[in-house]
């Protein structure tokens, strides 16, 4: 039977640290981590569309809309870099 109540103990200590964590979201944080994670999988998503028109592309012309893909995601991960930090300066204003 020890094994039984360790199991159950540990399930217990595990389901009252998700509960603890789950209380601590804020809704102002949890809507700019979204906004966040969507900027950048809409300049991934440009990004990648770029690259394939580059790939049906020869010479410079490929070249151009390569580089302008690259601009483009590395536009978006700043982007979403700086929603993640407003979304980290939400949580330490508005704490719960």
């Known amino acids: 039977m020890k ?5 159950t103990a ?3 200590v595990l389901a009252a640290a998700s509960l603890g964590l789950a209380a601590c979201n804020n809704k102002a944080d949890d ?13 991934d ?5 770029m690259h394939d028109e580059a790939d049906q592309m020869t010479g410079s012309a490929a070249d151009a809309m390569d ?3 690259d601009a483009v995601k590395k536009a978006g991960e700043a982007k ?5 930090k407003k979304a980290d300066n939400e949580v330490a204003q508005h704490p719960q």
């Not at 094994?3 to 199991?7: A, F, G, N, Q, Y």
């Not at 809507?31 to 300049?43: F, G, I």
């Not at 979403?80 to 993640?84: G, R, T, V």
């Open 3 to 7: 094994p039984i109540h360790k199991t």
């Open 45 to 49: 998503n440009a990004a990648d569309a």
């Open 31 to 43: 809507a700019t981590e979204k906004q966040a994670d969507a900027v950048e999988q809409s300049s």
């Open 80 to 84: 979403s870099d700086a929603l993640e």
């Open 67 to 69: 580089a302008k893909a």
């Open 10 to 12: 540990a399930i217990t």
